[in-house]
């Protein structure tokens, strides 16, 4: 049997102040073979600061979209460009990322204890803490061949119709999944990141909307609830 090998494929746009440190957790992971940040036409120094570590390893690549076309997007170029058997789906910008948080993360997967897996962050809402899952997670291992025979669906959805997607396919296939807590690892929220609350709830609000307009909200709840029962 081939060895798997492990893509980390990281979305960014305008994450200047935190890829940084989401890059040095990864960097010197002995179980991430090749590292992609994509960046999705950023107009800070994100760029910059992907660079400047890049530097430092030749695994790591950055891909240049020249416009903004969204998270799904980023993801469905990285996965093209991805060479891994399985792929680590990783935010740009997590607080408190640790080495042994994304060993945790990979392990069930690449050991064969879990067909997928993602993270639960410490500050994910309360409601999803207490059901022990985050159906909208964007920290996941799964294998690369799952989306990448789907480019073309991929790059039909939403800008954040991602996440949602992939449950639907985890769910149809049956696969079981490893849900991983990380309780020092956090999301800034999005009124943080934008400056305000009134900016932040626009774009909360323009997320809802994308994942309806993937998913019903009833096919959302059986999700959660379908992942939930199929955990190891």
Not at 143 to 167: C, I, M, W, Y
């Given at each position: 049997m081939t060895a798997a090998t492990l893509t980390c494929i990281i979305p960014a746009y305008n994450e200047a102040p935190r890829i940084g440190a989401v890059l040095d957790a990864v960097l010197d992971h002995p179980l991430i073979d090749e590292i992609l940040v994509v960046d999705d036409g950023s107009t800070d120094d994100t760029v910059a600061r992907a660079r400047a570590v890049a530097q430092r390893a030749s695994r790591l690549r950055i891909i240049r979209q020249e416009r903004n076309g969204g998270k799904t997007c980023a993801v469905t170029r990285g996965i093209t460009e991805a060479t891994g058997s399985h792929v680590l789906l990783l935010d740009s910008d997590l607080l408190g990322?640790?080495?042994?948080?994304?060993?945790?993360?990979?392990?069930?997967?690449?050991?064969?204890?879990?067909?997928?897996?993602?993270?639960?962050?410490?500050?994910?809402?309360?409601?999803?803490?207490?059901?022990?899952?985050?159906?909208?997670?964007?920290?996941?291992?799964?294998?690369?061949?799952?989306?990448?025979?789907?480019?073309?669906?991929?790059?039909?959805?939403?800008?954040?119709?991602?996440?949602?997607?992939?449950?639907?396919?985890?769910?149809?296939q049956g696969l079981h999944i490893a849900v991983v807590r990380w309780p020092g690892v956090e999301s800034p929220m999005k009124h943080q990141k934008r400056g305000g609350w009134i900016d932040g709830l626009k774009a909360d609000a323009a997320m809802l909307g994308d994942i309806f307009h993937t998913v019903t909200p009833m096919e959302t709840l059986r999700q959660v609830f379908s992942l939930r029962a199929r955990r190891v």
């Open positions: 990322l640790r080495t042994d948080e994304l060993s945790a993360l990979i392990a069930p997967v690449l050991e064969g204890r879990a067909d997928a897996s993602l993270s639960l962050r410490g500050n994910a809402p309360l409601v999803w803490r207490g059901l022990g899952i985050d159906y909208i997670s964007g920290e996941r291992v799964m294998r690369r061949d799952l989306l990448a025979s789907r480019t073309d669906t991929l790059l039909a959805l939403p800008k954040f119709g991602l996440e949602v997607f992939v449950n639907r396919l985890w769910i149809e």
